[in-house]
C-alpha cells in the first residue's frame, strides 16, 4: 500500500467520531428512551479509541489477529448491555454498520485521487467491521438469551405460588406446562412451604395444566412422592373428563393417590382427613310474640 492507512485513520479519529456519531443520530430507529446521546457518544468514542490504538496496515486485513482482543472485548460488553436494555438487533447492527460508513467516508476523501488504493483499503475496512458485525450479533444473541432464561425463570417462580388456604393446608395451583425443569421448582416450593407452615396436606391444583400425558404424570407422582416424604399427605384437583381420560389411556396408576375433580372438593377431603367440619353460619332471627 502507498500510504500508512492506519496512521492516516489515526490523525482523523476526530472526523471519524463526529461521522459515525451523525450516522447514529440520523437514524430513524435512533433509541434515545434506551440510552442518551451523551452516553452514545461514550460508548462510542471508546471503540473507536479501542480500534484506531490498535489498527495497522498488517492487521487491517486480519479480523482474527489478537491485537483486536480489547476491541471484541468492548464490542462483547456494548451487545450484552444492548441486549439487557431492550435494543434489538437491527438496531445494535446499525451501531456497528454506521462506523464503516464513517471509516469508508474518510477514506473516500483522502484517497480520491488514488483509485486503486481507495478500492483495496475500501475492501478491506469492510471486511474487518463486517467481522465485528458478526461478533456483535453473536454476543447480542447470548445476551439475550440470558435475559429468555432469566425471564423465564421469574415466571416459574411467579406461576407456582404456594398459598396456605387453612391452618395445616397449603395449595399450589399449576398453570401451564409441568416440565422437568418447573417440577424441580414446584418441588422445592411446595416443600419448603411445608416445612415453614408445618402443614400436613398440601393440595396440587392441576386445572391450569392443558393437557396431561405420561411424562407430566411422572412429574406429578415424583411431587406427591417427596411431599409424603416430608410427612404430608398430597391431593391432586383439577382432574377434568379428558385428563381422566387421558390417564386411563395411557394406563397410568394414580390409585394410590387421592385426586378429586374441582379444588373445592379437594378442600373439602383435607378438611374430614383433619377431622374438621365447617358450616354455614344460619343467621339468627327473632319472632317477636306477644303475650295476651
Known amino acids: ?51 484506531l490504538s490498535k489498527l495497522t496496515d498488517d492487521n487491517l486485513s486480519n479480523a482474527e489477529s489478537t491485537d483486536f482482543d480489547d476491541v471484541y472485548e468492548i464490542l462483547s460488553g456494548i451487545s450484552i448491555s444492548r441486549a439487557r436494555q431492550g435494543f434489538s438487533p437491527r438496531e445494535t447492527g446499525v451501531y456497528i454498520f454506521s462506523l464503516k460508513d464513517a471509516l469508508q467516508e474518510i477514506v473516500q476523501q483522502e484517497l480520491r485521487n488514488d ?8 475492501i478491506k475496512i469492510s471486511k474487518l467491521i463486517d467481522s465485528f458485525g458478526v461478533v456483535t450479533f453473536e454476543t447480542f444473541i447470548k445476551g439475550r438469551e440470558e435475559v429468555i432464561l432469566r425471564q423465564t425463570d421469574e415466571i416459574a417462580e411467579i406461576s407456582t405460588p404456594v398459598i ?30 411445608i416445612v415453614d407452615t408445618g402443614s400436613g396436606i398440601a393440595i396440587l391444583d392441576i386445572s391450569g ?60 377431603h383435607a378438611f374430614t382427613l383433619l377431622q374438621l367440619e365447617v358450616r354455614r353460619k344460619q343467621k339468627e332471627t327473632s ?6
Do not use: F
Not at 467520531?17 to 451523525?22: P, T, Y
Not at 396456605?164 to 412451604?193: F, K, N, Y
Not at 410427612?231 to 387421558?246: F, N, V
Open 164 to 193: 396456605r388456604v387453612w391452618d395445616g393446608i397449603v395449595a399450589l395451583p399449576i398453570i401451564g406446562t409441568l416440565d422437568s425443569a418447573r417440577t424441580q421448582v414446584v418441588m422445592e416450593s411446595l416443600l419448603q412451604e
Open 1 to 51: 500500500m502507498k500510504k500508512d492507512i492506519a496512521k492516516l485513520l489515526q490523525r482523523k479519529k476526530k472526523q471519524i467520531i463526529d461521522l459515525w456519531m451523525k450516522n447514529q443520530l440520523a437514524d430513524a430507529s435512533l433509541r434515545e428512551d434506551l440510552m442518551s446521546n451523551e452516553e452514545l457518544l461514550e460508548q462510542s468514542d471508546e471503540l473507536v479509541n479501542a480500534l
Open 209 to 268: 395444566v392443558p393437557a396431561v400425558d405420561s411424562l407430566v404424570a411422572q412429574h406429578l407422582i415424583k411431587t406427591v412422592s417427596a411431599t409424603r416424604l416430608m410427612g404430608a399427605e398430597c391431593i391432586i384437583s383439577g382432574i377434568r373428563p379428558e385428563i381422566a381420560q387421558t390417564v386411563v389411556h395411557l394406563g397410568i396408576d394414580l390409585s394410590n393417590i387421592v385426586t378429586k375433580s374441582t379444588l373445592a372438593s379437594a378442600l373439602k
Open 287 to 292: 319472632t317477636l310474640k306477644s303475650n295476651i
Open 115 to 122: 483509485p486503486v488504493t481507495l478500492y483495496e483499503v475500501s
